[in-house]
């Protein structure tokens, strides 16, 4: 990343909380400390200074933070500070790719084709800003400290661990299934703020600090339960049969493999994608896509992200303000339910003969197809078709409906 590339960044991430003279005084003041660190290091490109510095998303949720904590905060919250995250958190991941197999020795799995993108939202400056200021007390020099530190990575690993609670601020993590528990972090941080890891028990905390720009870990088949918590780094690996995952993230996206076993996903504005063998699944998003083949029970809800399901057994539920909804259902599903405000819903089911349906939409289409055997009823608003066992319930107010039954 380009030095004003990472300025352009960190500008549209204190957009949130910062009015636009606020921005501009902390992205010169910014600026001059990277002309000092360059002066101090005439050895190292700019680029190289840079990627050496913590992420714009560090730098904006340490200012969220303390801003908060100092009594303000008084600026809306909204999804606008990750945009343009996908390009540094994507950089970030790829620089950390080559090390996967060399470390675990496993070979990464195969991605799944990229999704097209939404058309970007024109940002707009927090209610209020003009009228209000920012209370910082930005400590620069901690900071830049960082930039002038040589990269550090630490290993190592437990026996026994069954439960694992990791706290982060913009590490990625990455997961992997092995014999035992087992971690890489890779960072630049000083003695003080060097990762914490305390063992209770068969009980792992770990918690990193800003410094910390990756985590690995191999995970091993007997885990019963791991808690992850992020706010701008992304998660994505597999996750052992049997074990019951909770992740929880600000802007970090979701991309893991899941077994047996039950997972509730938390995001505000990062993307969730979930395959899952035999679990139950429960997503929930402010603004992110949510994208789950697989699974058995799987409820997802969102306020302006698109969902996704595919869904072999099981009930169904999907939950969408804006956003659009596909829904594929397997022979073994159960009940199916979704709704959103001005979003198109689309359900399609493997041919049974137990499903009725109900479709409304106030202003929208309605197209049902396979079920001209059933008795129904049609009016203005909607279609009824009697079933024998499940109800798939569909409702929009001013999106199109499509049910159809193969």
């Known amino acids: 990343m380009t030095r004003q590339e990472y300025l352009d960044d960190l500008r549209k991430r204190l957009f949130t909380f910062m009015s636009q003279a606020e921005r501009e005084d902390f992205i010169l003041e910014f600026d001059s400390h990277i002309d000092a660190v360059c002066e101090k290091n005439p050895g190292k490109s700019e680029e190289e200074l840079v990627a050496q510095l913590p992420s714009p998303a560090t730098i904006a949720s340490t200012l969220k933070a303390e801003e908060l904590e100092s009594g303000g905060g008084n600026g809306s919250e909204g999804s606008e500070g990750s945009e343009g995250s996908e390009g540094s958190d994507g950089a970030r991941r790829n620089r950390h790719e080559h090390s996967r197999e060399e470390f675990f020795q496993r070979r990464p799995r195969e991605p799944r084709a990229p999704r097209e993108p939404r058309e970007p939202r024109e940002p707009r400056e927090p209610k209020g800003s003009e009228d209000r200021s920012f209370n910082w007390d930005f400590d620069f020099g901690n900071f830049f400290k960082f930039a002038r530190s040589e990269p550090v990575n630490m290993d190592g690993g437990y026996d026994g661990v069954t439960e694992l609670i990791l706290s982060s601020q913009s590490a990625d993590v990455e997961l992997y299934i092995g014999d035992r528990f087992h971690y890489r972090v890779h960072g ?42 992020t706010l701008s780094g992304d998660v994505h690996g597999d996750i052992p049969e049997g074990a019951r995952l909770l992740v929880k993230t600000v802007s970090g996206d979701i991309d893991l493999e899941i077994g047996k076993g039950e997972a509730l996903i938390e995001t505000a504005s990062g993307d969730v994608s979930l395959e899952a063998k035999n679990a139950d699944i429960e997503v929930n998003t402010a603004s992110g896509d949510i994208c789950v083949e697989g699974g058995r029970n799987v409820k997802a809800a969102t306020a302006s992200g698109d969902i996704d399901i595919k869904a072999e057994e099981g009930a169904i539920g999907a939950s969408s303000a804006s956003g659009d909804i596909a829904i594929n259902a397997g022979p073994g599903a159960g009940d199916i339910k979704a709704d959103s405000i001005s979003g198109d819903i689309s359900v399609e089911l493997e041919d049974d003969t137990s499903h009725g349906l109900v479709a409304r939409s106030i ?44």
């Open 188 to 229: 630049s941080w000083d003695e003080e703020d060097e990762p914490k890891f305390e063992l209770d028990g068969t009980a792992l905390k770990i918690k990193l600090n800003r410094r910390v720009d990756n985590i690995q870990i191999e995970l091993p088949a007997g885990l019963s339960e791991l808690r992850i918590s």
């Open 363 to 406: 202003s929208g289409d309605i197209d049902i197809d396979g079920w001209e055997d059933r008795p129904s009823k049609h009016h203005k608003r909607g279609v009824e078709v009697e079933g024998s066992l499940y109800l798939i319930s569909v409702s929009s107010a001013s999106g199109d409906v499509s049910i159809s039954r193969n």
